[in-house]
Every structure is written in structure tokens, then in C-alpha cells.
């Protein structure tokens, strides 16, 4: 049977297109040698299960692993109180003991044998110290060092019966040189223990303090690399030989996506089951090349599914994180990364965001275009005269299948200037270059698709890259400072040029000196053309 791309729960080695994660999971045994506890938090889709499932497997050898999944395996009733959890929970190690095909020792059967009988039928006395002593004796008894291992930990909903079983294992933990117990415990699941307090504990009674102050910090990088692409393309390549550039296709994913692994992987998922056997790429040779890729971008953007549904839930659920995002996306101030602040702990927990250079910025191209097209998608910008002027213009923007951006500039900047011309430097530095992405949206929407290069991004400049049909276009965006300032635009501008390895870009300055001269201008730098509109 043939391997496929996997974007539904965990990976399995013999079924799917998978990166090798062995370097990973050596870094993890690391911790869990020196008999670390602590918690793999990482945002929907980003591997989690499968680092589980897989470490599970390469610690058998060393430990015994009891692996617990509290999606699965606790409904919400199993967290109604201390004595339903814990004879739940030991049903669910009885469970991980019977899978693993562990072979006891007479006093591991005896200590196992008790836990059944108190996870019986006569069970009303088994709560959380009982629960642990229990444990402690099957950690004892046991030959191999014993592993506890909790995925989708944050489906907990009853905070206290929660907080308290972490107490156990905090207490636990302080008394390992005396008390036997886990060597090393590992949760995993989006929320932290810090957030997942404020998730299922009342608006009213948010405390800080946690039992889980034993954790050691989890560092391992989950994201993939280009090389973990281009090993995963490799497989893919020797099972197809397709012909396709494997270095510059795993550069292309990792740039549109920083290695988000669904992201990866629904891309090529995309590519290899919707783009290729297309009308326009009918073979996986065509599919396989940059403008199939850009496709793949495109199909992915106009797509619902599982990860953008999640995060589009979360701004319903937490506005402070339109507003940290919004500010992000359009008003072109840069945010000092503060893992205090709520708003950028939570944006980074949901992985919107990430750190860079102690600034925040959006998490990956994917992310900032799906952003900016809900943001720009609401009824109120809708009904703006500049999207309307863009939905009348759009048809005259394509010719021959592909898109005029001089003509897009010269049609913006004589209808912004129309329409906007007198207002404000306020509203001009605030939402000028949200209005040109307002007007360039219906004009590229479902076959084109664009972002913000976040190293430029500031008050003063933002760099727009429209991918259109295989072609792309680069709009430097600034605010006028002076000639000598604009200067330095078109030399920036022309820098980047080089890296995209164009020969032409477009400048569109904010101009609010009264005395400005409006209009659109071509000048030549060297080898290259750049169209300069003033509004």
C-alpha cells in the first residue's frame, strides 16, 4: 500500500510521509534520563500525539510507559469528583499495563492485582492518596523505571479535582529519594498549566499559584526544518520520481509555513491528491513545481478545515487577541515580546505568534494571509467605497491570465486620493495601507494571495508580496518623510528586488504634506524598473 501525506491524528511511520523525528525524540530521552517532569504545550495540530506515540515506542526498551490520553480516555463526567478520577485513572493505567504486554515479576503482579481490586466494582473508598500510594507500589515493584505520559492533558474541566492530582504527583516528586514513584511524567496539550487555570476555573477565582512549579522547561523544537521537508520529499521522491526540485520545494514550505508540521503537511497533501491530476497540472511532474505549489497555497487559503476553524474560534473567545493581532496587522507598530502580558501569552500558546528579535510576530505566511482576509472580510470594510471601487475595476486588472499591477497602482492611487485625499495624518498612517490591501483583495481573491514580509515591517515601511499565477509582484508601502528618506526606499525596495530576483517593484508612499504631488511615476535604478505612486 502506498504512503500518504497525514493531517488526522498521529503519524505512523508505515502508512504516511513522515519527517524523522529520532533527533527529537534523543532530546526528550534526555530529560526523562535525568527524571525531569514536564509539559510538551504546543498549538493545535503541531505534532504532540505523534512525538507521544512515537517516544512511547522508543522508550521501551529502558522504562515502562503507562500512556494515558485524557481526550479518550476521561470523559467529563470522569472529573465529577476525586473518586470518579481516580477510579478512572486507574483504569486507564490497568489499561496501558494490558497493551504494553509487560511480563510481572510476582510482587508487579501482586501491586497490580490491588490497583484492579480498588478500581473494582467496590470502589466508592479510591480517591487521590489511595490512588497514588497504589502507584508508588507498581513503581516500586516494577523492573524498569516507569514513565507516565498524559496527552491532551487541558481536557481536564474540574479545576480543583485536577489541581489536586498535580499536587500528588508535586508531592510525589519532592519525596523520590524516599517514596518510590514516576521517574519522569510528561503532559501534553495546548494550554498551559497557568492558562488552563484561567480555561476552567471561574472568571471570579483566578489564582496564579501552581502545583506543576516542578516542571523543567520542555525546549525541544517541533517545528520542521527544511531538511526534515526534504527528507520527508525524499520518501515521497522515491516512490514517484516525480522530478521535482526537492531543495527549492522544501525551501518554498518552509517559508510560507516556518515549518508548522500540519501546514507541511496538508501542502503537500494538497499537491499530491488535489493539484496533481488537475486540468492544468494533469501529472504529479507538473504538480510538483513552484507555480503547482503556489496552487496548493491558494487551494489551502480558500479551504475550511480542522486548524483555521480552531483558530478562528479562539478570537471569538478571547477578544484581546483581535485586538493584539489587529495592531499587528495593520497599524504597523512593532510589539515588544512580554510573556507577562495575557494577550501575547495567550497569541503564543494558539501559535498566532512567535518571537523574534524580542518582537512579536505572526507565527507564518499561512497564518498572517488568513488573518488579514477575516479581518478584511467583515461586512463594515465590505461596504467601504474602496473595496467597492475595487469590485468595480477588478475585471479590467487581468489580462491574458495575468494580473497588471501598474494598472492597480495607478486605479488605487487615483481613488484613494479621491476618496481619502482630505483626511487626517492620523488616518493616513493608521489605516492607509490597510485600505491598499482593502483594495487588493478583491482584485487577486481566489487566484492570487499575499502577505507581509514581517522583516520590514514598522511605522515607516511594509513590504507587500503578491503571489499572482506563478508571478509576484513586491509593494514597498511607507509613510513620505522626506526625499531623502524616499531615497532610501527605492534602495531597500531595489535590495529586495534582488532577493526575489525581479526586475521590477512598486512604491507607494503616504504623502500627508499638504503641497504633496499625487500620481504614479516610473523610475529606473540601475538594471531595474520601479513604478513610484504618491498618495
Request: glycine letters at 4%.
Amino acid at each position: 500500500m502506498c504512503k500518504v501525506f497525514n493531517v488526522s491524528a498521529d503519524c505512523k511511520p508505515n502508512l504516511h510521509y513522515m519527517v524523522n523525528i529520532e533527533e527529537r525524540l534523543q532530546e526528550i530521552k534526555l530529560l526523562i534520563d535525568r527524571g525531569e517532569y514536564f509539559a510538551v504545550n504546543r498549538a493545535r495540530q503541531y505534532g504532540k500525539t505523534t512525538i507521544l506515540r512515537a517516544l512511547n515506542r522508543f522508550l521501551q526498551n529502558d522504562y515502562l510507559v503507562f500512556s494515558l490520553d485524557f481526550q479518550n480516555q476521561m470523559s467529563d463526567a470522569k472529573f465529577k469528583n476525586e473518586n470518579v478520577f481516580s477510579v478512572a485513572f486507574a483504569r486507564a493505567i490497568l489499561k496501558s499495563l494490558q497493551d504494553s504486554n509487560t511480563i510481572y515479576s510476582d510482587s508487579m503482579r501482586k501491586a497490580v492485582e490491588e490497583l484492579k481490586i480498588a478500581a473494582g466494582e467496590n470502589n466508592s473508598r479510591l480517591e487521590l492518596v489511595e490512588l497514588f500510594e497504589y502507584l508508588s507500589d507498581i513503581c516500586a515493584a516494577s523492573e524498569k523505571p516507569v514513565i507516565l505520559m498524559i496527552d491532551e492533558v487541558d481536557s481536564a474541566t474540574n479545576n480543583q479535582v485536577f489541581l489536586d492530582f498535580l499536587a500528588q504527583l508535586r508531592g510525589y516528586y519532592i519525596d523520590r529519594d524516599v517514596t518510590p514513584t514516576f521517574r519522569s511524567v510528561i503532559l501534553a496539550g495546548v494550554y498551559d498549566i497557568k492558562n488552563l487555570k484561567r480555561k476552567i476555573r471561574s472568571e471570579d477565582d483566578h489564582k496564579t499559584n501552581s502545583p506543576w512549579n516542578i516542571a523543567a522547561d520542555f525546549n525541544v523544537d517541533m517545528s520542521f526544518s527544511v531538511k526534515d521537508i526534504s527528507g520527508m520529499l525524499a520518501e515521497y521522491e522515491h516512490d514517484y520520481k516525480t522530478g521535482m526540485d526537492i531543495a527549492a520545494i522544501s525551501a518554498l514550505i518552509y517559508d510560507y509555513t516556518s515549518g508548522y508540521p500540519f501546514l507541511v503537511s496538508r501542502i503537500c497533501k494538497i499537491i499530491d491528491e488535489k493539484i496533481a491530476g488537475s486540468e492544468e497540472y494533469p501529472n504529479k511532474q507538473m504538480a510538483w513545481t513552484r507555480t503547482g505549489f503556489l496552487e496548493a497555497i491558494n487551494l489551502l487559503l480558500s479551504e475550511k478545515n480542522t486548524l483555521f476553524e480552531s483558530l478562528i474560534n479562539k478570537l471569538h473567545d478571547y477578544p484581546e487577541l483581535c485586538s493584539v493581532l489587529y495592531s499587528l496587522l495593520f497599524t504597523g507598530q512593532r510589539i515588544v515580546y512580554n510573556p507577562y502580558d495575557y494577550a501575547i501569552d495567550i497569541a503564543v500558546m494558539f501559535g498566532f505568534v512567535k518571537e523574534s528579535n524580542r518582537s512579536v510576530i505572526v507565527a507564518n505566511r499561512i497564518f498572517e494571509t488568513l488573518l488579514y482576509n477575516m479581518f478584511l472580510t467583515t461586512s463594515e470594510i465590505q461596504s467601504s467605497e474602496i473595496y467597492k471601487a475595487a469590485l468595480q475595476d477588478r475585471n479590467q486588472f487581468i489580462q491574458c491570465g495575468q494580473l497588471n499591477m501598474d494598472l492597480v497602482i495607478e486605479k488605487f492611487v487615483k481613488h484613494f486620493s479621491d476618496l481619502y485625499g482630505d483626511r487626517p495624518e492620523a488616518f493616513m498612517e493608521e489605516d492607509g495601507r490597510r485600505y491598499f490591501l482593502l483594495y487588493l483583495r478583491p482584485v487577486i481573491n481566489g487566484t492570487g494571495n499575499y502577505y507581509i514580509e514581517s522583516q520590514t515591517r514598522d511605522m515607516k515601511r511594509t513590504d507587500v508580496i503578491v503571489d499572482y499565477r506563478g508571478e509576484q509582484f513586491i509593494i514597498e508601502m511607507k509613510i513620505w518623510h522626506g526625499k531623502e528618506y524616499n531615497q532610501k526606499g527605492v534602495e531597500q525596495l531595489a535590495g529586495y528586488m534582488d532577493e526575489y530576483h525581479l526586475k521590477k517593484g512598486y512604491l507607494l508612499s503616504f504623502n500627508f504634506n499638504k503641497n504633496k504631488k499625487t500620481g504614479v511615476r516610473k523610475i529606473t535604478y540601475g538594471d531595474k524598473i520601479i513604478i513610484e505612486a504618491v498618495v
